[in-house]
């Protein structure tokens, strides 16, 4: 095989080994990643185009209650939260270093 090439049975399958590769990264059940999912939260982000936090352009969904918490609000809209990148990121953080910390999020 050259530079770049795959085997016939990691070609028929490119889509299936990249979930694979990043599983391990993701905090949500599978459901959060699916097509409704995403069709969701695009809708979702184009009625809310405004940062919950700061008011910049809303790129992220993020849940006001951590799924952690309450895994049935995962797809529950009242539960979402517009969010920029950067607010995004320092949700995120505040809850990693709570549960880090032994404290609610």
Same mark, same amino acid.
């Given at each position: 095989m050259?530079?770049g090439s !795959?085997?016939?049975g990691c /070609?028929?399958k490119?889509?299936a080994n &990249?979930? !694979?590769? =990043?599983? #391990?990264?993701r905090? #949500?059940? %599978? +459901?959060? =990643?699916?097509?409704?999912a995403?069709?969701m /939260? $695009?809708a979702?982000?184009?009625a809310?185009?405004r940062c919950h +936090?700061?008011?910049a352009h809303?790129?992220h969904?993020? #849940?006001?209650? %951590?799924?952690s918490?309450r895994?049935?609000l995962?797809?529950?809209?009242?539960?979402?939260?517009?969010h920029c990148?950067p607010?995004s990121e320092?949700q995120? $953080?505040?809850i &990693?270093? &709570?549960r !880090? =910390?032994?404290?609610?999020?």
């Amino acid at each position: 095989m050259g530079t770049g090439s !795959r085997c016939p049975g990691c /070609k028929s399958k490119p889509f299936a080994n &990249a979930q !694979r590769k =990043y599983a #391990h990264n993701r905090s #949500h059940p %599978p +459901e959060w =990643y699916g097509t409704r999912a995403r069709r969701m /939260k $695009a809708a979702f982000l184009a009625a809310n185009p405004r940062c919950h +936090e700061c008011g910049a352009h809303s790129t992220h969904v993020d #849940h006001a209650t %951590p799924v952690s918490v309450r895994p049935d609000l995962l797809m529950d809209v009242g539960n979402w939260r517009p969010h920029c990148g950067p607010c995004s990121e320092r949700q995120g $953080a505040r809850i &990693a270093n &709570a549960r !880090r =910390y032994g404290r609610k999020p």
